[in-house]
């Protein structure tokens, strides 16, 4: 009696894995979405049962889900049954890859691009690795030759890295002298705009008359026309990494002719 009931078992199984086999030899043949929608449909619960264990954690079952259906659907269009792996095994740590992927964009507060994002990771490894290194706080350079990326792009990361965790205006700051604590907006100070303004544009336009002609575009279309440096860098037939790097100089030399 148990032989037949586990023979029975065997056989669906078996049963179940040819079909599941012939829908995607059909659907790598045909890329028909029906197809693909039944493979999902057949395959459901691997993401609802990962979704699962991610429940508490700050997100919504529905958005986990969403990201783990969408997990699905990336197994189901690179899986080759060719090689011998079975899909639940091939489909499940590709879905845990986009939950993972979908808990970490979450904790960038300011949503910035993924190579950034992936950078700053490199950067932050990298410096604990090049501090026992070189016996000192490693530089800008140090990080970018050891990273094999341009000194350029090791700025820009870290300066996208403030998006991570910004401080809040409403964090409490401990006042000695007083019993109530104090906001951080309540103790940042009030410029009077209207004073400030007309000194600003003074100082801006006799800075604007001395740069060159040059120079002159790329910081009234980058801050006042709102253009990208890609659309600059079209127009003047440069690439866009030159116009990142000649803003960057040209910022500097207001910087430096401001505080003079």
Not at 18 to 24: Q, W
Not at 50 to 70: H, P, R, T
Not at 78 to 88: A, I, L, V, W
């Amino acid at each position: 009696m148990g032989k037949d009931v586990t023979t029975k078992n065997d056989e669906k199984k078996l049963l179940k894995k040819k079909y599941t086999e012939g829908l995607f030899e059909r659907y790598i043949a045909t890329k028909d979405v029906e197809i693909r929608n039944e493979i999902f449909k057949e395959f459901m619960y691997i993401p609802e049962i990962l979704s699962k264990k991610y429940i508490n954690k700050g997100v919504d079952y529905e958005d986990i889900f969403q990201v783990a259906s969408l997990g699905l659907i990336y197994a189901i269009e690179r899986y080759d049954p060719s090689k011998g792996y079975e899909f639940s095994s091939f489909a499940t740590p590709t879905i845990l890859g986009e939950i993972k992927k979908y808990f970490r964009d979450k904790e960038w507060i300011i949503k910035v691009p993924r190579r950034i994002q992936e950078l700053s990771r490199k950067i932050n490894m990298s410096k604990d690795h090049l501090q026992h290194k070189l016996m000192r706080p490693p530089t800008i350079r140090d990080i970018a030759e050891y990273l094999e990326v341009s000194e350029e792009e090791v700025i820009e990361a870290m300066e996208g890295s403030y998006a991570y965790s910004p401080t809040s205006l409403d964090v409490r700051i401990s006042n000695s002298k007083d019993e109530n604590d104090l906001s951080l907006f309540e103790v940042l100070g009030m410029e009077d705009q209207n004073i400030s303004e007309v000194e600003d544009k003074d100082l801006i336009k006799n800075i604007f008359a001395e740069m060159d002609e040059y120079d002159r575009k790329i910081i009234i279309d980058r801050y006042y026309n709102n253009k990208s440096q890609s659309d600059i860098a079209s127009e003047l037939g440069v690439s866009q990494m030159t116009i990142s790097r000649l803003e960057k100089k040209i910022i500097k030399k207001l910087r430096d002719r401001i505080s003079y």
